[in-house]
């Protein structure tokens, strides 16, 4: 792993503490140039971590708050009339930045959701017929309130698929919680970090995290797992062909972070809940189950070929 | 037991039963049923199964009920029945796969019984969504995991694969004679030509549609009124029922002046009495027959299996010019105390008559001019039937006037009898054959005339000629009581039914009627020669064989495609021999986080089995294949020492 991607990591963790795992899953995330969702109760940490990345990393950021009043034309931009030339002018919303954090998702209306969604998955925006590409990098943390609390829109399964992951935060062991309690405060912390890396360097990282190799017999492992919560009978339907490309690179970029140029079947499992949990659905008497267990159970129902 | 999987058993026994319930017992119907639904409850409300005592309880009282209501334990009927009610038991003691497994192998042997109730298409295919059933169950058993979809498809693939050897089985099975398991009685208790006849007996048989025979003729098919075929010929009457009497005269008939030949194929359904039916008169059968002084062709044992032959006959013929006077001394025999105005009437005519011939005549046009109906609801008559019925009603079927009219012959000193059978039949003009249906069932007369020998006459034909020239529908008023079928439904219905005919026809000859003689023409025709069922059975024994070993092959085949490399085959002894001192490697965990295990549990091989581990990682998922460190790895994980 590169000094630079090691010094991201260690900064994140001074600040987010207890968390490593989420920290290189959101990591991950965005090697693989993919899109994460973060799901979990207000204030534990979801923010922060968008904020320390986006430092850290030295990307430009930009924050939506999404709430049900919020129109399209907030999110991407609209052309406005000036006087001085009678022309009118785009004025880009905030949208076109390297990081987005899409606070509250699920409490904007679907219009509004599906508008982010778009730009996401195409990386370019058409307002008024003319199409603009967004930056690159291009990097979008979504936050969702759990789908029980009152006022949200839950996001339907095709556009939860936009979302390379979904991790859930959880609340600190005791031990990180006295130091987050003790510290200071961290908004003053987070002003101070200083970006570890030039936006070529992480896109550079993005294309050797595509090179990583993935073996045959490796790939035996993935397509068993698809074909695992195809036929078993717990879930409603099994996973996508997209839903293995995306396991697949979420892989290579977990094998990056570990310093490996080829994937193993651990990165598979590593970053298996991260990329599936959101992507099925449990039947009749599992459903009751946790996420996190039903992906437990998964992976330990199939063996490494 | 996981809830799915009962519910799939459960819905197997229920298959497999229900097809039974008719010929069940009611109470061994109701009790299976009864305990089906328990089943159903207990296990939707998860409550404990039934104990041990209770279920013995039931067990023995409802063999012990079957025994009285059979009045033995021993026989096909009584097997069929304890094997429903056990096999329902058994679902109420379900609890290991064990269990299951008996279960399932059950219901596959008892669905065969259903065979010994019927043979037809339905029965087949509703067999073979049974079995699909009964297979997708065991699938369940096997791979629980696996969801509905998926196994059902391995359901039907596993049925797909057990179709070669079916097909060898059935080809090359050694027939015995006769069907397999010696059908009984009991199955054909169906409806058919009786050997006598009282008024109402024929057009109670009108009402069934089933199919008595069909016949595919060689060239053109004679002309419907020449299509009589010969049931029992009846001679004694007494008064209200016609039988065949006795006599023991066995002289064959001599039929002279032969004419019109024709050839023709019968597929007899089996009706269980020893004749077959032949058009008049027959000249030739494939199969061994006795053909008696009164035309009936007769077989030594009742055809109690589907028979087929093949036949010739002369439409046009003199029969027993010379008649034995003991035989025309029988076709005057008349119970002298009944029906004394028929009596009268037939001494009226012999008066004014010149000959026989002119009697016969007389008779026809009095039919035909006395306001005689033909109905299949005549009223009911009373002791002096022909008399009530001459006289008063007016009103019959073929067994009226048939019955009337050799009363009268006989009254008038005209030897005559009486025949039964079938006339005409409906053209299936896509398998091109007829179907003789138990509503063509008829009865006609024959009188013997002096230089003419024994003469048909259709009494029936004086009154409703279209009866003869047209069938039964035409000659009826359309809102008689006639099978719906007989009636004249719609065209498109009538293709259906014709059709469906056509492919039950061929289902009889093909599959049901394969029988040894089929058998080896076949197998000749395929090529093989002096078969002997030695022979056969040998031959079905290498095919079987040849059909187990190709899909073996193929298995093993897939087995060595997959077969692991050698780096692999050194790391899965590694963790074998790791497992003996209690670290098995989970099939899901990974080299590494193996390690990490083990280096937490043994300390001592930490360092070295991390590196092995790395190896191997790098070796197995990595890009770069040395050769070198393949021969590495491959070295330290055989000197390593647990």
């Excluded at chain 1, 006087?83 to 004025?91: I, P, Q, S, T």
Aim: proline share 6%; glycine share 6%; net charge positive.
């Amino acid at each position: 792993m590169s000094q630079s991607l090691h010094n991201v990591i260690q900064q994140a963790e001074k600040i987010i503490l207890g968390k490593p795992q989420q920290i290189r899953l959101a990591l991950a995330c965005l090697l693989a140039r993919g899109h994460l969702l973060i799901e979990d109760l207000p204030g534990v940490g979801k923010t922060t971590l968008a904020h320390v990345l986006s430092r850290t990393l030295g990307l430009q950021f930009q924050r939506i708050q999404f709430t049900s009043d919020l129109l399209p034309a907030d999110i991407l931009g609209v052309s406005v009339y000036q006087r001085d030339n009678g022309k009118f002018e785009f004025h880009p919303g905030p949208i076109f930045a390297q990081m987005i954090l899409a606070d509250e998702i699920n409490r904007a209306t679907p219009k509004a959701q599906s508008a982010l969604l778009e730009a996401m998955e195409e990386q370019q925006v058409t307002v008024e017929g003319k199409t603009r590409p967004l930056p690159s990098p291009f990097f979008v943390i979504a936050t969702q309130n759990p789908a029980y609390q009152i006022g949200t829109y839950a996001l339907p399964e095709s556009q939860l698929d936009r979302f390379l992951m979904r991790i859930q935060m959880g609340y600190p062991d005791a031990q990180a919680e006295r130091g987050l309690l003790s510290g200071v405060d961290r908004r003053e912390i987070v002003a101070q970090l200083t970006p570890q890396m030039e936006s070529s360097e992480l896109l550079a990282m993005q294309k050797s995290a595509r090179e990583i190799f993935v073996s045959p017999a490796l790939l035996d492992y993935v397509q068993a797992i698809l074909r695992y919560t195809r036929e078993a009978a717990r879930f409603t339907h099994g996973l996508s062909p997209r839903a293995g490309l995306a396991l697949l690179s979420a892989s290579r970029a977990w094998a990056l972070l570990d310093g490996r140029d080829a994937v193993i079947p651990e990165d598979v499992q590593a970053i298996l809940p991260g990329v599936v949990s959101h992507r099925l659905q449990a039947v009749g008497e599992y459903s009751k189950q946790n996420s996190d267990v039903l992906v437990r159970e998964l992976v330990e129902a199939v063996a490494i070929p | 037991m996981n809830k799915a999987l009962t519910y799939g058993l459960l819905l197997s026994i229920l298959m497999v039963i229900a097809p039974h319930a008719e010929h069940l017992p009611l109470w061994v119907s109701s009790l299976c049923l009864g305990l089906l639904l328990w089943r159903t409850y207990l296990t939707y409300s998860s409550n404990p199964l039934p104990k041990r005592w209770l279920l013995m309880l039931i067990t023995f009282a409802g063999t012990g009920g079957i025994a009285v209501n059979f009045h033995t334990l021993f026989g096909r009927e009584v097997g069929v029945t304890l094997l429903m009610l056990l096999a329902t038991l058994k679902l109420m003691e379900l609890r290991k796969p064990r269990d299951a497994m008996v279960l399932i192998y059950l219901s596959c042997f008892i669905i065969i019984t259903n065979f010994f109730y019927s043979q037809s298409i339905p029965t087949a295919l509703y067999m073979l969504a049974t079995l699909m059933v009964i297979v997708t169950a065991w699938v369940h058993l096997q791979a629980p995991n696996i969801a509905l979809k998926p196994r059902l498809r391995i359901a039907a693939v596993l049925l797909m694969q057990a179709l070669p050897l079916t097909l060898i089985l059935f080809i090359l099975f050694p027939r015995v004679q006769g069907p397999l398991w010696g059908m009984p009685q009991d199955a054909y208790a169906s409806s058919g030509l009786d050997d006598k006849m009282s008024p109402g007996s024929l057009s109670r048989l009108s009402l069934s549609e089933a199919v008595a025979f069909r016949v595919s003729y060689e060239g053109k098919p004679p002309l419907r009124n020449q299509m009589y075929w010969r049931g029992p010929v009846l001679w004694e009457f007494d008064g209200r029922t016609w039988t065949l009497g006795r006599t023991a005269l066995t002289s064959p008939p001599k039929f002279t002046e032969l004419g019109q030949e024709i050839d023709y194929v019968v597929t007899l359904e089996p009706h269980n009495k020893i004749w077959l039916f032949a058009l008049d008169v027959p000249n030739k059968l494939s199969v061994p027959v006795t053909l008696t002084y009164d035309f009936q062709v007769l077989r030594k044992e009742p055809v109690t299996a589907r028979l087929r032959y093949t036949a010739r006959s002369n439409l046009s013929y003199r029969a027993n010019l010379q008649e034995a006077t003991r035989q025309l001394q029988r076709g005057l025999q008349l119970p002298k105390l009944y029906n004394p105005r028929a009596q009268k009437l037939a001494a009226e005519w012999r008066a004014n008559s010149a000959n026989d011939a002119a009697i016969v005549r007389t008779a026809l046009s009095y039919f035909n001019q006395q306001g005689f109906q033909y109905t299949l609801e005549p009223p009911l008559l009373g002791v002096h039937s022909v008399d009530d019925f001459m006289f008063g009603s007016k009103q019959g079927f073929c067994e009226h006037y048939a019955s009337a009219f050799v009363f009268l012959m006989r009254a008038a000193n005209v030897p005559a009898r009486v025949v039964t059978g079938y006339q005409g039949g409906e053209f299936n003009d896509v398998g091109n054959y007829y179907i003789v249906r138990q509503s063509d069932a008829h009865a006609w007369a024959e009188v013997w005339l002096e230089g003419q020998g024994w003469v048909r006459v259709d009494p029936t034909g004086a009154i409703a000629p279209e009866r003869v020239q047209l069938g039964l529908s035409a000659s009826v008023l359309s809102n008689a009581a006639l099978p719906f079928m007989a009636r004249n439904p719609p065209q498109w219905m009538r293709d259906l039914r014709l059709n469906w005919d056509t492919l039950a026809n061929q289902w009889n000859q093909w599959v049901l009627g394969y029988d040894t003689e089929r058998q080896f023409a076949f197998l000749t025709r395929l090529g093989m020669e002096s078969i002997t069922w030695q022979k056969i059975a040998l031959n079905m024994l290498a095919g079987l064989g040849l059909v187990i070993a190709l899909f073996a092959l193929f298995m093993l085949r897939h087995l060595i495609t997959h077969q692991p490399d050698k780096v692999q085959a050194a790391w899965l002894k590694l963790c074998r021999k790791l497992a003996k001192y209690g670290l098995p490697r989970a099939a899901h965990e990974g080299a590494l986080d193996y390690a990490e295990r083990i280096a937490a549990a043994r300390p001592e091989l930490a360092d070295v089995f991390f590196d092995l581990a790395v190896r191997y990682s790098a070796l197995r998922y990595g890009a770069n294949q040395d050769e070198q460190a393949r021969h590495e790895f491959l070295q330290r994980a055989a000197a390593l020492k647990v």
